[in-house]
């Protein structure tokens, strides 16, 4: 019996995983599997990349953890880096250790500075494990189900002639996070026109618009980051998973107005590893590698390509309900019960693929490294292909 407390609802299907290179993950006994998750979202680069390892064994030969009192050069660095890539150059940044913290460390400045006491989300989204994000007390946020608003008709843009839209309480919102792609694991994007309008009224009214890029940023779904495909300016960026390339390190980016307003307030947060050169230097070589690298672009078009073949996949089997698909973050929801994609789930493990199943449903997402190779996709394309078929599933 492990004596390891794991995650909630997966199945733990592979227990000896004893090294990884790319997206190829081996056993003890040297089995391989194709890792079509990226560590569940955090490995953009592929486990184990040089570039990443060498820049961990290098800062961590000299210093990888500071005190409060005192800090080193590569940590201002990388902050400059990830607040030039957001557009903030001015702005404040912070180094934490997961996207969870992130957010809710973007959530405190956005309490901290704003006079109206709501703060409005999705109703899909997910913000991590703790904290007022996590809890979205009523006295403090505000979920709006944009469901219905997926397959609306309307040219023109959203407005206050839409009862959906008018159910919003602005006078009582203060801010405004989105997050544009999870959907707690569904992968979901909500329309342009909706979020476009949201983060203008809410901006326009002196609100601060915070953006949660922890699942969709270092080139996830074909731009840096998610907000990119709506044309927003945030106030806030929390980052994290990918940041990291495995490593947990995570960052909230301020913008200059609004970190200029947390200025004139106070925010109590503090924890040991806040701002560590060692995660500084993981991140900052993670972002140099995606671009030096031309990750992004390679992102779409292996993206583009995979996206093809499910698509081809889709109309040879008649057995895929629906594809969702930005960059490299896919969702694939198949016919029949959440059974059915649980022995589905087993087979293509079995063949030596790992894609993610959200618990109790039927959807399935793909998420593999910006590095994955073609062939790679093109072998869980035939596999997941002849699983769909029929083919022998195990129980």
Avoid at 317 to 334: C, D, S
Avoid at 356 to 385: C, K, Q, Y
């Amino acid at each position: 019996m492990s004596c390891l407390y794991t995650y909630p609802g997966f199945e733990l299907l592979l227990t000896d995983i004893a090294r990884a290179e790319n997206c190829h993950l081996y056993d003890a006994e040297g089995r391989r599997w194709v890792d079509l998750e990226s560590g569940v979202w955090c490995t953009p680069l592929g486990h184990t990349h040089p570039r990443v390892v060498q820049a961990l064994a290098e800062q961590a030969s000299r210093i990888a953890h500071t005190g409060y009192a005192y800090t080193c050069r590569v940590v201002e660095e990388a902050a400059r880096e990830i607040l030039g890539l957001l557009g903030m150059d001015g702005g404040r940044c912070v180094l934490l250790c997961s996207g969870s913290e992130a957010i809710e460390y973007g959530v405190r400045i956005a309490q901290a500075v704003l006079e109206r006491p709501l703060l409005l989300t999705m109703s899909d989204s997910y913000f991590g494990a703790y904290g007022s994000a996590n809890r979205r007390h009523r006295d403090e946020w505000f979920a709006f189900d944009w469901l219905s608003c997926a397959e609306c008709p309307a040219d023109e843009t959203c407005g206050a002639a839409c009862p959906r839209f008018a159910q919003i309480p602005f006078a009582r919102v203060g801010g405004f996070l989105f997050e544009p792609g999870s959907s707690s694991g569904f992968v979901r994007f909500p329309p342009a026109k909706l979020i476009k309008t949201i983060a203008r009224v809410v901006q326009e009214a002196g609100g601060l618009l915070l953006v949660n890029e922890v699942t969709t940023g270092m080139g996830r779904t074909g731009r840096w980051f998610g907000h990119e495909h709506y044309d927003l300016v945030p106030d806030i960026v929390a980052l994290g998973k990918g940041l990291g390339n495995g490593y947990p390190v995570a960052a909230t980016a301020v913008a200059p107005a609004a970190a200029a307003r947390l200025f004139e307030s106070t925010i109590k947060y503090a924890q040991s590893h806040q701002n560590d050169p060692l995660g500084a230097a993981v991140a900052r070589e993670v972002l140099r590698t995606i671009r030096e690298e031309n990750l992004i672009e390679r992102g779409r078009e292996i993206g583009a390509f995979l996206l093809a073949g499910l698509e081809a996949v889709k109309e040879r089997t008649k057995r895929i309900r629906a594809i969702r698909a930005r960059g490299l973050m896919l969702a694939v929801e198949i016919e029949g019960d959440a059974q059915a994609a649980l022995l589905t789930h087993r087979e293509l493990v079995r063949r030596g693929f790992i894609i993610a199943l959200r618990p109790g449903s039927s959807v399935f997402r793909i998420d593999p490294a910006l590095t994955v190779p073609r062939a790679d996709v093109e072998a869980f394309l035939a596999a997941f292909e002849e699983v769909l078929r029929g083919a022998q599933v195990a129980p």
